[in-house]
């Protein structure tokens, strides 16, 4: 689990230095990312109890591992080294007991934390992977998936603004998601085939090619 966590990590300053070369020193406020996006986990999880809602576990997963991005980001400088760090965030995964049955409010108690400390509890994060029935496993498979479909974004003009999110109707999200279901994360080339994928169906390729 350790060298999972520490592939993760890696990946995530790389993500990261993409977007800002220096940007451990920045002290962006990813604490603000975290909330914000467990509000939007909560949308798909459904809260109108005035309406008929169906949960979309699918993407409550997706929105966890988007949390899970924010969270690692925050954590660094916590520790001497990403080893250390790697190891800390070990711990608190693996020693973490179900206190949680319900989606709402485990991600509301890891948006409360978020607020009051300005960092990351990655004991309650692991609380919400519980209530959502995401592994480890799943959670590393996603990751990787969605790192690279952030370097796809920005390949593609998402900081410039020029990024189409839309394709055919669905959220380039949901097309990552079912890009996953069709490839073999325990391949070495798992990362260039779902940048291959993604490519293939991006709308602006197509049109390039027209």
Known sequence: ?????????????????????DWINQRFEWYRAVWIECGELIDHAGYKWWKKQDPDLEQVRLEVVDIWHFGMSALFGTQPDLGSLAKAIELDL??????????RLATEALAQNSLETKSFSVALFAQLMFTCDLSFEDLYRHYIGKNVLNFFRQDHGYKEGSYIKIWEGREDNEHLSQILTTLDPASKTFPDDVYESLLKRYPGEKSDLL
């Open 94 to 103: 693996y020693h973490a007991e179900p206190e949680y049955t319900d989606i």
């Open 1 to 21: 689990m350790q060298i999972a966590i520490e592939t993760m990590l890696n990946m995530q300053d790389s993500m990261n230095s993409r977007v800002h070369e």
